[in-house]
């Protein structure tokens, strides 16, 4: 099976360093590749609100999770601070893809990339949604 390889945007249009905690490295003494998924999901939370919005108001609608792939390039330890690089791509009638990079903020070693699809969708209606021409227009 081949392996994950995640192709990433030319630029990034957010940016946030998140530290790493004790919680976040596994018994091996590096960042626990569970974890990484956490600090994208925080990562992703700050990206909406610099847009001003939260993941369950989008004008109006929330967002849900539809897939993610990642690609662990090196190790992360307690004490590093992760740069996470975030930005929308990919945009399909009813979803997208957020594409990040996580790096060391301190030396610029890259740790992960990524990419986590997400549909819109309308929990009032208990249905999927389409992409909100105000977010999408952000990226165009």
């Known amino acids: 099976m081949p392996r994950v390889k995640i192709d990433l945007p030319p630029t990034f249009s ?6 790493l905690y004790s919680s976040h490295i596994n018994a091996s003494g590096h960042l626990d590749n569970a974890q990484l ?18 993941s369950t108001n989008i004008e109006g609608l929330s967002i849900i999770l539809a897939d993610a792939a990642v690609q662990y390039i090196t190790e992360a330890f ?3 601070v992760m740069r ?4 929308a791509t990919d945009f399909n009638k009813r979803g997208c893809d957020f ?4 790096t060391d ?7 992960a990339r990524g990419k986590s699809g997400v549909v819109f969708f309308d929990y009032t ?16």
Do not use: C, N, W
């Open 14 to 19: 957010f940016v946030t360093d998140i530290p």
């Open 37 to 54: 998924f956490f600090l994208v999901s925080e990562a992703r939370e700050r990206f909406l609100l610099d847009l001003g919005y939260t």
């Open 78 to 80: 307690y004490g590093e």
């Open 84 to 87: 996470v690089a975030m930005t």
């Open 99 to 102: 594409v990040y990079q996580v």
């Open 105 to 111: 903020a301190a030396t610029g070693r890259e740790v």
């Open 125 to 140: 209606a208990r249905k999927v949604g389409e992409v909100p021409p105000p977010f999408k227009a952000r990226f165009d």
